[in-house]
């Protein structure tokens, strides 16, 4: 420690003893370990296609930009839509994906 510092010090009645504190580092709490939530009864009834379908309606696809990705007709993709209302026992596309993304089935990555 310099002259100036101990002066400086001593002016303000502070000791040039140093304490050092140890705090331990913050204890994350862990991951309660889960098991996956169970697929909806109507999971099982959808084909390879309509799952697939219903993957492009969450992410926000247009029913063009689905039949292009998907590489099958717009009709084709009206007609999945159809059957994926009918199955999972919605009324609209948006409540489709939103009952897709509250039972588990389509999740946020």
């Not at 510092?5 to 889960?34: K, W």
């Not at 247009?62 to 209302?85: D, G």
């Amino acid at each position: 420690m310099t002259e100036s510092m101990r002066t400086t010090l001593a002016t303000y009645g502070v000791h040039h003893r140093r304490h050092l504190q140890v705090v331990p580092p913050p204890v994350a709490p862990r991951p309660v370990a889960t098991s996956p939530a169970p697929l909806p009864l109507w999971a099982g009834r959808l084909s390879n296609r309509e799952v697939e379908v219903l993957h492009c309606i969450a992410d926000g696809l247009s029913t063009t930009e689905i039949a292009q990705a998907l590489f099958i007709s717009v009709a084709t993709v009206k007609s999945h839509i159809a059957r994926l209302i009918q199955k999972v026992e919605v009324r609209d596309r948006l409540q489709l994906v939103v009952t897709a993304y509250r039972s588990g089935f389509v999740r946020l990555d």
